[in-house]
């Protein structure tokens, strides 16, 4: 299910850009850095901006571009939050507007979760974000109509 009342792009406006030698770079507040713009890094700057205003998730449980290691494959997940007792909770994949939400997108992630085993999930490219809720004892999912709260 699309979550079409997430408007990620409202947040553009809150993000800090800077130039420097001709490169672009953005502000990331959980790392308190700047890093080369990109298109991806720009959607994970707007759905991290999201979930830290709206959602209220705190930056402590917020993990960037954390390292997995999945069948002897190093793997990278772009934001992984934690719950209240700092065990996985969710996993977030972003991808470039250009880049459609398909099923290639959604595997890939499950594939992240393989190693991960949290209760949710959340794809987006900044213009279309989905969130599953994963049963794993079941072996199953559904798509939800929001991102769960803290």
């Given amino acids: ?3 079409d009342h997430i408007n990620l ?4 406006e809150l993000l800090q850009f800077k130039t420097e030698e001709g490169k672009r770079f953005i502000f990331d507040p959980i790392r308190k850095k700047y890093l080369v713009f990109q298109p991806e890094e720009l ?3 707007l759905i991290l901006q999201y979930l830290l205003l ?5 930056g402590a ?3 960037l ?3 997995l290691n999945i069948n002897d494959m190093q793997k990278r997940c772009d934001i992984l939050i934690y719950d209240n007792t700092f065990m996985p909770f969710m996993i977030v994949e972003c991808k470039a507007p250009k880049v459609p939400i398909s099923e290639a997108v959604f595997l890939q992630i499950a594939t992240y979760n393989l190693a991960l085993k949290v209760p949710y999930l959340v794809v987006s490219n900044g213009i279309r974000t989905y969130c ?11 798509f939800l109509n929001d991102i769960p709260n803290p």
Wanted: glycine share 4%; aromatic share 10%; proline share 3%.
């Fill in 54 to 58: 709206e959602k209220h998730y705190p």
């Fill in 61 to 63: 449980k917020i993990a």
């Fill in 43 to 45: 959607v994970r700057q």
């Fill in 1 to 3: 299910m699309l979550l």
């Fill in 9 to 12: 792009m409202q947040y553009q």
């Fill in 132 to 142: 599953s809720r994963i049963d794993h004892e079941k072996e199953s999912f559904e």
């Fill in 65 to 67: 571009e954390v390292g």
